[in-house]
Nanobody, 122 residues
Framework: VQLQASGGGSVQAGGSLRLSCAAS????????TGWFRQAPGKEREFVAR???????????DSVQGRFTRFTISRDNAKNTVFLQMNNLKPEDTAVYYC?????????????WGQGTLVTVSS
C-alpha cells in the first residue's frame, strides 16, 4: 500500500493550497481517509477525515469554525483524496500527512503517506 501526498509549498497568509494524496495497492473505496499535520516541535494532530463514499466528513476545530477554511474531498475513480486549504495562516505551517483506514472512526490509521510540507508566511 502506498499513499503519495503532494501539493505542499510556500504561500503567504491568506493564500490557498490544494493537497492531493494518491493511493495504490488497496481498494481505495473501501477505506476512509484522513489528513493530519505535524508542526515543528509539536505532536501530530488530526485535521480532517472523510468516509469511504465521501458522504461523511469531519474537521478539527482549528480549520472549521464560523468559516470553514479547509475542505476534504475524494475521487474514488482516481484513488485520490484532496484537502483544499483556503485563508491559510502561519499556524497552519506543518508537514501534512494523508492516512487510510477501513474504519471511519478509527483513532489509529493503518496506512500513512510520506507527508508534504506546507509553509505559510505572514
Amino acid at each position: 500500500v502506498q499513499l503519495q501526498a503532494s501539493g505542499g509549498g510556500s504561500v503567504q497568509a491568506g493564500g490557498s493550497l490544494r493537497l492531493s494524496c494518491a493511493a495504490s495497492g488497496l481498494i481505495f473505496s473501501s477505506y476512509a481517509t484522513g489528513w493530519f499535520r505535524q508542526a515543528p516541535g509539536k505532536e501530530r494532530e488530526f485535521v480532517a477525515r472523510i468516509s469511504r463514499s465521501g458522504g461523511l466528513t469531519y474537521y478539527a476545530d482549528s480549520v472549521q469554525g464560523r468559516f470553514t477554511r479547509f475542505t476534504i474531498s475524494r475521487d474514488n475513480a482516481k484513488n485520490t483524496v484532496f484537502l483544499q486549504m483556503n485563508n491559510l495562516k502561519p499556524e497552519d505551517t506543518a508537514v501534512y500527512y494523508c492516512a487510510a483506514d477501513r474504519d471511519y472512526y478509527s483513532a489509529v490509521y493503518n496506512y500513512w503517506g510520506q507527508g508534504t510540507l506546507v509553509t505559510v508566511s505572514s
